[in-house]
């Protein structure tokens, strides 16, 4: 009895300490609750371009449902026998192709599906095509690199979200794969709102016990973690369990929790 209760106490002890003003509600005691944060070295940013998803299949323009695009050779011209990845910006966002002014839309090239090797190999690779053409028409999708995730939160809290209403993250280690496959993820404009401080998530590894992430419940009943934004202060001493506080985020998950979250203050009231 005494070998099985052991290693089960050992196991208990080397969980996380997380505390929390309703020790009966389930979801808290078994939450979905992912602090891994994304490793920003694999990760680059980019604009979101508005406009139709085409493929370049070295021959044709082709939408993403396989129909071909009747563009005019002028507009494709010089185009090479590579596969390539694009958005087609079109003027007022036609849908029809025969109403298209071809003259005042652009191709924004952003990856090669056939080049062999990551994301990041196929991007210099399609940076290097597109400026070898010399064509005004056809672009290449802006990526860059950032070194963190606070300076992620800390460039798009500088976006002005009535200018620019989403960007991008990509996975740029990852081989091709058709459509998304997970590595691409959406940013949406920010954000402001509400929660409710409701535990801790300290660093076990760390004596002290130093404090990482602030667990909050929305109005809506998500539960999440808010480690961007603490303050040294307020690592030493955090906002009181039911303490209002409010954040930022960008977008939000498939079951409404927010993402990209970052600690603005403590709120009042």
């Not at 808290?28 to 680059?44: G, Q």
């Not at 400026?131 to 860059?144: A, E, M, N, Q, T």
Request: with cysteine; hydrophobic share 35%.
């Amino acid at each position: 009895m005494y070998k099985t209760l052991i290693p089960l106490l050992l196991a208990l002890l080397a969980l996380p300490i997380i505390a929390h003003h309703d020790p009966s509600k389930s979801d808290l005691a078994t939450p979905n609750l992912s602090y891994e944060p994304l490793d920003f070295r694999h990760y680059w940013i980019s604009e979101k371009i508005k406009g139709k998803r085409v493929l370049w299949n070295g021959e044709r323009l082709i939408k993403s449902d396989g129909r071909i695009i009747a563009a005019p050779k002028w507009f494709t011209e010089g185009l090479p026998k590579t596969p390539i990845s694009a958005i087609l910006k079109v003027k007022y966002q036609q849908v029809d192709d025969t109403e298209i002014d071809w003259h005042e839309s652009k191709i924004f090239a952003f990856d090669l599906p056939d080049n062999a090797g990551t994301f990041e190999k196929r991007y210099f690779n399609l940076v290097y095509l597109v400026r070898g053409l010399r064509k005004d028409h056809i672009s290449y999708l802006y990526h860059w690199p950032l070194k963190s995730e606070q300076e992620l939160l800390n460039y798009l809290d500088k976006v002005d979200p009535n200018k620019v209403t989403k960007k991008g993250l990509r996975k740029v280690t990852l081989r091709y794969q058709a459509g998304s496959g997970g590595s691409y993820l959406d940013i949406d404009a920010c954000t402001e709102a509400r929660a409710i401080v409701v535990g801790y998530k300290v660093d076990t590894s760390d004596d002290k016990g130093s404090l990482l992430a602030l667990l909050v419940e929305t109005l809506g009943g998500h539960h999440f973690y808010i480690g961007a934004g603490l303050s040294e202060e307020q690592k030493v001493n955090p906002p009181k369990l039911g303490d209002a506080i409010t954040y930022r985020f960008n977008g939000k998950s498939a079951d409404g929790t927010p993402l990209f979250v970052r600690l603005t203050s403590k709120a009042s009231g």
